[in-house]
């Protein structure tokens, strides 16, 4: 007996959530983790950030995660303030005491914290606190093209298209 489209389908959106919701966080492949002490500079961490091309990094304190200093820091808290980032500490901008996941927490229950939160980043540690990494949006939908390229590999639809430069 021939399969319809739509069991098809079916089978692949049972496929899809059986990932979503067994696969844990440490599985999915990982960028490089910047970790930087409270007494680093906020030009140092953000220098680190360009160069390794990565949202956010994680800021310790005798080896244990004390803060997070993201995208979103540096618009809110560094932009447009008079100070000094080759001297200012990044402890004085970063987001202190982040929300944390573990490496074996799932992806389905990230997403979820990540969209409830309005988090683009978050970072991983083990249960003694050290940072392990940081999970981040793009690396979670990069994990799905990657396990279902037939299905992201659509061709464009030009109706969706940006009509402007800016628009994404």
């Known amino acids: 007996m021939n399969n319809s489209e739509y069991d098809e389908s079916f089978e692949d959106e049972k496929i899809i959530r059986g990932e979503i919701l067994s696969m844990s966080l440490g599985k999915l492949p990982q960028r490089p983790v910047v970790a930087l002490p409270t007494t680093a500079s906020i030009a140092e961490v953000i220098g680190l950030m360009n160069d390794t091309r990565v949202g956010a990094a994680v800021i310790t304190h005798n080896g244990k995660l004390v ?3 993201t995208e979103r820091d540096v618009l809110t808290r560094v932009v447009g303030k008079s100070m000094d980032i ?18 074996e927490a799932g992806v389905a229950y990230a997403l979820r914290k ?12 083990d249960a003694l ?15 799905l093209v990657d396990l279902f390229p037939e299905a992201m590999n659509l061709p464009p639809n030009p109706s969706l298209e940006s009509r402007s430069v800016d628009g994404g």
């Not at 309005?118 to 540690?125: F, K, L, Q, S, T």
């Not at 606190?129 to 994990?143: F, K, L």
Request: proline letters at 10%.
């Open 67 to 69: 803060g997070i200093f």
């Open 86 to 103: 080759t001297t200012t500490p990044v402890e004085s901008v970063m987001t202190r005491n982040p929300d944390t996941l573990s490496p």
């Open 114 to 125: 990540m969209s409830e939160e309005g988090y683009r980043h978050v970072p991983m540690v």
């Open 129 to 143: 606190g050290n940072p392990v990494g940081i999970i981040a949006v793009r690396d979670i939908v990069r994990w």
